[in-house]
């Protein structure tokens, strides 16, 4: 069982980038966008984060809260003086802001955000800092969901609305941004990293190269080649699992052993697990010719 969750945790990871985008969401962002620039324009507030709080907080303007009272990022009443309407949310009856109409919602959630101390010290970071921005909100206490920042963060690089950020610099922030991309343009949507085995690892991209991941991660790309066991020929594909560093000589335990499933091969296997590739081998007493077949036990350890 170890194994498979192991499995399946890296599965996720690989899925959480690739998986489709929501029409809904996709419809959203093409009505909103333009507000939520010039939103950032007037309030210094990342175009990507109003956003993606929007997509979350109003399930994509789908919301009873959204449709019916136009707030689409339910804040409450904290001495509204306007309509107000009762969702059950926290807790049972909760008291809401109700808006004429989603341009108002927008407005005020700015104001929400620009007028209370708590969350000032976010205007001192940069308007392309939209991790800085997400895991901030959840430190000033936005959201009581322990996982709040890391959704929004998923949202803005799932949808790439991160690209509305530089429209909220001056002309002379905007050249240096685009001449700094030319020279680094992971900067634009840093991959996340995650760790499995003790490793660090990151998933590709499509468009992603040795060399672009080496210059992010400050790696030598032909190290990267090398720790995956690849060679430098090879076009990194979507999904591909890369590790930062040299993989293990052995799983760590509980992983023993794996049935080799459909699909499978000893390079994708080494790569779930974090096992040299040749380490794998020697463990199995095969040779580098060697093709697993299905319901194979191969010893991991």
Known sequence: ??????????????????QRRNSA?????KTYAPLAVEQMKKYKIPAS????????????????????SNNHFGIKCHGWRGRKVYHDDDAK????????????SYEDH??????????????????????GWAKGLKKAGYATDPSYANRLITIIEDYDL???????????????????????????????????????????????????LG?????????????????KEYTL??????YLKKKNKKAQKPYEEYVVRDGDSMHSISQKFGIRLKNLYKMNKCDEDYVPEVGTRLRLR
Not at 113 to 125: D, G, S, T, V
Not at 166 to 180: F, H, I, N, P, Q
Not at 216 to 226: G, N, P, T
């Open 1 to 18: 069982m170890g194994a498979v969750c192991l499995l399946c945790m890296l599965c996720v990871s690989a899925m959480s980038y690739a």
């Open 25 to 29: 969401y996709n419809e959203y962002i």
């Open 49 to 68: 984060i109003t956003l993606a709080q929007g997509l979350l907080e109003s399930g994509a303007g789908r919301s009873v809260l959204a449709r019916k």
């Open 93 to 104: 009856d909760e008291c809401f802001r109700a808006y004429r109409k989603a341009e108002d």
């Open 110 to 131: 700015s104001k929400f955000l620009r007028e209370r101390p708590r969350y000032a010290f976010l205007f001192k970071l940069k308007i392309t800092d939209y991790k």
């Open 162 to 212: 991160y690209k509305y950020d530089s429209k909220g610099m001056s002309k002379r922030e905007a050249r240096r941004w685009a001449k700094l991309l030319k020279k680094k343009p992971w900067l634009a949507n840093p991959h996340q990293t995650y760790l499995a085995n003790g490793l660090v690892y990151v998933v590709a991209r499509d468009g992603d190269t040795f060399r672009l």
């Open 215 to 231: 210059g992010e991660f400050d790696i030598s790309w032909k190290k990267l080649v090398k720790y995956n066991d690849l060679h």
């Open 237 to 242: 594909e979507a999904g591909d699992i890369i």
